[in-house]
């Protein structure tokens, strides 16, 4: 199969999961906070979740809650590149690029790539690697190449596989988190 379908199947399986979605998000969000790598990072970097994602306002929350940092990404269209922004509150947002939520440069402080302890990746489709196929656009591939920290993925085991298309520019994540616990890449 190809991405294109993949991606797509995948998000029409996740919509069955409606009615579920908040006890496997409850999941997922213990097996990250319980964890060493969440423990030890200061500054936490995230995307504001469509509905059709895991809810990650949890996250920014527990974030703030423990004192961390929150950066967020804006997506650059002319370059495909991303941009994180310190979030401080969820005011700072604004509607952009595809009506995603997403920092108001005017309103935030960028941080520096380096800066970000752990890194949230968002992903439709995963294998066991830590490849995973996005939504299309190749922004995280992008930031990926030239990010050295921690990364994780949150997933549904419906979303994993055993293998998927892969290309040379693809980038896996070091760690999968699904309702199940802990996956790491290596």
């Not at 423990?39 to 994602?53: F, L, Y």
């Not at 800066?115 to 591939?141: E, H, S």
């Not at 920290?149 to 298309?165: G, K, R």
């Amino acid at each position: 199969m190809e991405k294109e379908n993949l991606r797509k199947k995948t998000i029409q399986s996740l919509y069955l999961l409606a009615e579920e979605k908040k006890n496997i998000e409850i999941q997922l969000y213990h097996h990250l906070f319980t964890s060493t790598l969440w423990k030890e990072a200061t500054i936490i970097g995230v995307t504001i979740s469509q509905n059709h994602e895991w809810n990650t306002k949890p996250i920014i929350e527990k974030a703030w809650e423990e004192g961390k940092t929150v950066t967020v990404p804006k997506c650059i269209p002319k370059t495909k590149q991303l941009t994180f922004y310190q979030l401080t509150n969820l005011q700072q947002l604004e509607k952009s690029y595809f009506d995603l939520l997403e920092p108001n440069p005017k309103k935030t402080k960028e941080i520096i790539n380096k800066k970000i302890d752990l890194l949230i990746v968002p992903g439709v489709v995963f294998d066991r690697n830590g490849y995973r196929i996005g939504f299309g656009g190749g922004y995280y591939d992008r930031f990926l190449e030239k990010f050295t920290n921690t990364t994780v993925s949150l997933l549904h085991t419906t979303q994993l596989l055993e293998e998927i298309p892969k290309e040379s520019h693809d980038i896996p994540v070091e760690y999968l988190i699904t309702e199940n616990g802990w996956i790491h890449k290596g």
